[in-house]
């Protein structure tokens, strides 16, 4: 019994440590997050913090952490003087409708490559993979002549068109149809189905959290595009707000509280979508790799 009750004891010492070394490392662990997301947050909050100084508080040395007095007014003067109202509803409307077209022609395409056999079928998709190599930048020329002769210029369908058939979104969306049993198609064509009602009562379903993934990207990228917006939109009530945050510096007085509170304007939209979504964007992403 005495040689029973020593090994019971020193079993419940041995648990007691082991419990006591993983409590430890899960504070360590903790306490690293914690240090490491206020540093990676530390560009965020200065960003809101000055956004609310007056411009004479943002450069001083040594740095005011938070304004003495909060300057709304800052917002006032992009809002009523420099149009952001209707800026922001571009960059909005502008995102919104490219997100949704190009989640329609990527899940058509991908749905396409994944469950139809055709001739060329995989060329056709190795072309459309290899297009990802191609930088964007070198296709703006001739992208800015074929859009000049349609007569696109200054117009938001001049910045939708060239990203509708994304070759990401078209690779992302055939890796989930690949998954969806052909037993399922079968079956609906049998009960007299058509190839478009099969996609919408079938694949759509079995597509949400592709959706959701894909959906979040394509529409931070459009929110966040620069380049091509600033080549193709050319009168300010077209303007993103990419573009207007540069249309703002001045090389003699730039404005930098005013750049500061747009670019609050600018990341707020964002870190909304992505705190409300983050759930499905990571469930996507890693069903998408698990699929793939």
């Given at each position: 019994m005495?040689?029973?009750?020593q090994?019971?004891?020193?079993s419940?010492?041995k648990r007691?440590?082991?419990?006591?070394e993983?409590?430890l490392t899960a504070?360590?662990?903790?306490?690293?997050?914690?240090v490491?997301?206020?540093?990676?947050?530390?560009p965020?909050?200065?960003?809101?913090?000055?956004?609310?100084?007056d411009i004479?508080?943002?450069?001083?040395?040594?740095?005011?952490?938070?304004p003495?007095t909060?300057?709304w007014e800052?917002?006032?003067?992009?809002?009523?003087?420099r149009?952001f109202g209707?800026?922001?509803?571009n960059?909005?409307?502008l995102?919104?409708?490219?997100?949704?077209?190009?989640?329609?022609?990527?899940?058509l395409a991908?749905?396409?490559f994944?469950?139809?056999?055709?001739?060329?079928?995989?060329?056709?998709?190795v072309?459309?993979?290899?297009?990802?190599m191609?930088p964007?930048?070198?296709?703006?020329?001739?992208?800015?002549?074929?859009?000049?002769?349609l007569?696109?210029?200054?117009?938001?369908?001049?910045v939708?068109?060239?990203?509708?058939a994304?070759?990401?979104?078209?690779?992302?969306?055939?890796q989930?149809c690949?998954s969806?049993?052909d037993?399922?198609?079968?079956?609906?064509?049998?009960d007299?189905?058509?190839e478009?009602?099969?996609f919408?009562?079938?694949i759509l379903?079995?597509?949400k959290?592709a959706?959701?993934?894909l959906?979040?990207?394509?529409?931070v990228?459009q929110?966040?595009n620069f380049?091509?917006?600033?080549?193709i939109?050319?009168?300010q009530?077209?303007?993103?707000?990419?573009?207007?945050?540069?249309?703002?510096?001045?090389?003699?007085?730039?404005?930098?509280h005013l750049?500061?509170?747009?670019?609050v304007?600018?990341?707020?939209?964002l870190?909304?979508?992505?705190?409300?979504?983050?759930?499905?964007l990571?469930?996507g992403?890693?069903?998408?790799?698990?699929?793939?």
């Open positions: 005495t040689l029973l009750t090994t019971k004891k020193k419940a010492a007691a440590s082991r419990s006591g993983k409590g504070g360590a662990a903790f306490v690293l997050m914690a490491v997301s206020l540093i990676t947050l530390f965020l909050l200065w960003l809101f913090s000055s956004s609310l100084k004479s508080q943002i450069f001083v040395n040594p740095p005011i952490w938070l003495t909060l300057h800052n917002f006032t003067e992009l809002f009523v003087n149009k209707i800026i922001t509803w960059s909005l409307l995102s919104t409708t490219m997100t949704i077209t190009a989640l329609l022609f990527c899940s991908g749905f396409a994944a469950k139809y056999r055709f001739r060329g079928k995989d060329i056709l998709f072309f459309v993979l290899a297009s990802l191609i964007h930048e070198a296709t703006m020329v001739p992208l800015f002549i074929i859009y000049k002769n007569h696109l210029i200054d117009n938001i369908w001049g939708i068109l060239p990203d509708l994304n070759a990401f979104g078209i690779f992302f969306m055939r989930y690949s969806i049993p037993e399922m198609m079968e079956a609906a064509r049998i007299g189905c058509s478009i009602g099969m919408r009562r079938i379903p079995n597509l959290s959706f959701a993934a959906g979040i990207i394509l529409f990228k929110w966040n380049l091509w917006p600033s080549v939109l050319r009168s009530e077209h303007m993103t707000l990419s573009v207007a945050l540069k249309a703002l510096e001045d090389s003699n007085n730039t404005p930098y750049i500061m509170a747009g670019s304007v600018s990341v707020l939209p870190l909304i979508i992505v705190l409300i979504f983050q759930r499905q990571i469930s992403m890693i069903d998408g790799a698990i699929k793939g």
